[in-house]
């Protein structure tokens, strides 16, 4: 599975974006798909997932973030409202081909084996 992430861009405190997560190679119907992002000088952290019957998101982005896909396109979709600035990040889509049953399963980056490149997101006025 290929994974291309895009979307990114400057957007003022308050203000949203929508990143996309484009898959080709595999059909994602039945991969779980997780959003992750790393902030300058900070390790990667988990942002949200999804499976074929569940979301789970982190707390910091909870109410503000929602997470979708569309298996017709097979892509992935990170809708982010409500933007603070400590939300700026590369944010990187992951995919896995196994059911990531717990909370702790959905937020460890090393449960992904598939991942696209990156792209940033700057909350600033």
């Known amino acids: 599975v290929q994974l291309q992430a895009s979307g990114g861009g400057l957007v003022q405190p308050g203000g949203y974006l929508r990143l996309s997560c484009a898959a080709s190679g595999r059909t994602l119907n039945n991969y779980d798909m997780a959003w992750f992002r790393q902030a300058p000088g900070k390790e990667r952290e988990f942002v949200a997932h999804?499976?074929?019957?569940?979301?789970y998101y982190s707390a910091s982005v909870k109410g503000r973030f929602t997470i979708s896909r569309d298996n017709a396109n097979n892509t992935g979709y990170l809708q982010m409202n409500s933007l603070k600035p400590e939300d700026t990040a590369v944010y990187y889509c992951a995919a896995a081909g196994v059911t990531l049953a717990s909370a702790r399963a959905r937020t460890s980056a090393g449960n992904y084996p598939y991942w696209g490149q990156g792209t940033l997101v700057t909350v600033s006025s």
């Open positions: 999804i499976n074929w019957d569940s979301t």
